[in-house]
Nanobody, 124 residues
Framework: QVQLVESGGGLVQAGGSLRLSCAASGRNFGSYGMGWFRQAPGKERDFVATINWTGSRTVYADSVKGRFTISRDNAKNTAYLQMNSLKPEDTAVYYC?????????????????WGPGTQVTVSS
């Protein structure tokens, strides 16, 4: 069982940066793949980025590639999403998720645990 809590969201101007954190409690954080998803009002929850349990492999959505970086610190039971060059279309609630599987996944239904989300708003 893993409990996840996101932080670091807020209001930022276009072109700015934010760093989201996902603090995990529970056992064996280092054995979970971690993912970030986002959901804008009236839209589905979309994949953003994922990282494997060692941090050696990452996958990004095309829309954020080159701007966002996912990372993790297993000693601190925390995953991160560094977001640079933010655009108004990045505005959404951002969720972190954990998956108890060795393979990476971009599918939200393949994740076992979810945080409550943090709001990111990018003004133009």
């Amino acid at each position: 069982q893993v409990q996840l809590v996101e932080s670091g969201g807020g209001l930022v101007q276009a072109g700015g940066s934010l760093r989201l954190s996902c603090a995990a409690s529970g056992r064996n954080f280092g054995s979970y793949g971690m993912g970030w998803f986002r959901q804008a009002p009236g839209k589905e929850r979309d994949f953003v980025a994922t990282i494997n349990w060692t941090g050696s492999r990452t996958v990004y959505a095309d829309s954020v590639k080159g701007r966002f970086t996912i990372s993790r610190d297993n000693a601190k039971n925390t995953a991160y999403l560094q977001m640079n060059s933010l655009k108004p279309e990045d505005t959404a609630v951002y969720y972190c998720a954990a998956r108890s599987h060795l393979l990476l996944s971009t599918k939200n239904y393949e994740y076992d645990y979810w945080g409550p989300g943090t709001q990111v708003t990018v003004s133009s």
